[in-house]
């Protein structure tokens, strides 16, 4: 069993910072990319941000230079840190990895994801 777990979404004003996390864990082989995901209702599910095992980044050009997304490989997490948060960004925000199990499979996991609410 694999599981991602996101934390740290919350109700900040705007021009406010957040940094979200998701843990992975589990029987876990290798993780090759994590993502960042939002989605309000009634709007397309939008990839925020992703990062490879090798540490390349890109953005959505709605965030870019605003989030910054990053990993630490020991404690199988990844982070997304986000400023100058703008009530637009108000989505709950998804933790998504490609990784092979200890089963042998590769595939998509995702988190249960988490609220993030940008207001004054």
């Known amino acids: 069993q694999v599981q991602l777990v996101e934390s740290g979404g919350g109700l900040v004003q705007p021009g406010g910072s957040l940094r979200l996390s998701c843990a992975a864990s589990g029987s876990i082989f290798s993780i090759y990319v994590m993502r960042w995901h939002r989605q309000a209702p009634g709007k397309q599910r939008e990839m925020v941000a992703r990062i490879t095992s090798g540490g390349s980044t890109n953005y959505a050009d709605s965030v870019k230079g605003r989030f910054t997304i990053s990993r630490d490989n020991s404690k199988n997490t990844v982070y997304l840190r986000m400023n100058s948060l703008k009530p637009e960004d108000t989505d709950v925000y998804y933790c998504?990895?490609?990784?092979?199990?200890?089963?042998?499979?590769?595939?998509?996991?995702w988190g249960q994801g988490t609220q993030v609410t940008v207001s004054s």
């Open positions: 998504n990895a490609d990784l092979r199990s200890q089963r042998g499979v590769r595939d998509d996991y």
